[in-house]
């Protein structure tokens, strides 16, 4: 029998339900039942997936003076194309460097604090958004279009620091895997050309092991059937844990044990998929956003290892 949208029982379901997960459960029905075109679906579960929000993050302060903004536009972007970029150079000329992949939603206005943070442990920060997020102008992201943008990203943070022993990709949330396909990609071409790979190591904080398992997760804790196939009936697939055991570099995997979001057992699968060197970060009481701040020193400290791993 179905349930009223206004029955009382109807309510309380729907009050239960994550807000922030929310978007990922109308995705599952949309696969499931409606009755629409193949290519208008996959546009919807995009469209789901990354819910760009428009504009300024309300936390967002501005930048400081010496962040350095420009467009990246490589020659295989359509015309208006555009990644729009952060490059927040440390105070030691010297210094390591990072290329920071964000997860889904926010762009770079919403992620300054935590790049804010990772400038502040004495690395330089080279931060993008990916096309349709913020100033960086494309059509609807999709998982090929922000593998492409992270590529284009890479092209230019070699050129920003030419040293490929601090260099570090680092990736949150849905950027994690975005950061895990760049890291196995890269690792295959320094395999085919019998180089080492180019970079000194991977940081992925609060991730997935691919969004199959991500959905799964919702639509078992919070819908009242537990049969619907929505990993296979994804377009997106962001398959990390695949990919992960490929990536031939040292690894820090974070995560907040307090995440409400992504439980922390998929950071410890991917943490177990890897080789060697790697380490794993769990944060108590941490949640999806505020492991970096939370942790500190143990933070830092797990960075500067991933440094000096071998």
């Known amino acids: 029998m179905s349930v009223p949208v206004d029955h009382p029982m109807s309510s309380a379901f729907l009050s239960r339900l994550r807000p922030r997960w929310l978007s990922l459960l109308c995705m599952a029905a949309l696969i499931v039942g409606l009755p629409v075109s193949c290519g208008a679906l996959r546009y919807k579960e995009r469209e789901l997936l990354f819910r760009i929000e428009p504009g300024t993050a309300g936390w967002y302060r501005g930048l400081p003076q010496d962040v350095e903004e420009f467009d990246i536009k490589p020659a295989s972007f359509k015309a208006g194309q555009n990644l729009h970029a952060w490059w927040w150079p440390a105070a030691r000329r010297d210094a390591p460097a990072i290329l920071y992949l964000h997860g889904v939603r926010w762009n770079l206005t919403g992620q300054a604090f935590r790049i804010e943070q990772l400038r502040a ?38 050129a920003m620091q030419p040293d490929p022993g601090k260099r570090l990709i680092y990736g949150h949330s849905l950027g994690g895997a975005v950061a895990i396909d760049l890291a196995a990609d890269l690792a295959a071409q320094a395999k085919q050309q019998h180089i080492p790979v180019p970079v000194r190591g991977l940081v992925i904080e609060s991730t997935f092991t691919s969004l199959g398992d991500a959905v799964a997760e919702v639509a078992d804790n919070n819908l009242p059937v537990h049969w619907l196939p929505v990993r296979w009936l994804l377009s997106q697939k962001f398959d990390s844990i695949d990919k992960i055991v490929d990536i031939d570099m040292p690894l820090l995997v974070v995560h907040g044990l307090a995440d409400p979001f992504m439980p922390s057992r998929f950071s410890q699968q991917l943490f177990n998929a890897a080789n060697q060197p790697k380490r794993l970060l769990l ?8 492991s970096m701040s939370l942790g500190g020193s143990q933070y830092r400290q797990a960075l500067d290892g991933l440094m000096r791993a071998s």
Do not use: C, K
């Not at 102008?137 to 998982?143: F, W, Y």
């Open 283 to 290: 944060i108590p009481g941490g949640t999806h956003n505020n």
């Open 121 to 158: 442990m004495g690395y330089s920060v080279l931060a993008i958004d990916y096309r349709g997020f913020g100033q960086s102008h494309g059509d609807l992201p999709s998982e090929a279009s922000v593998y492409e943008d992270a590529r284009a990203a890479w092209e230019r943070f070699t």
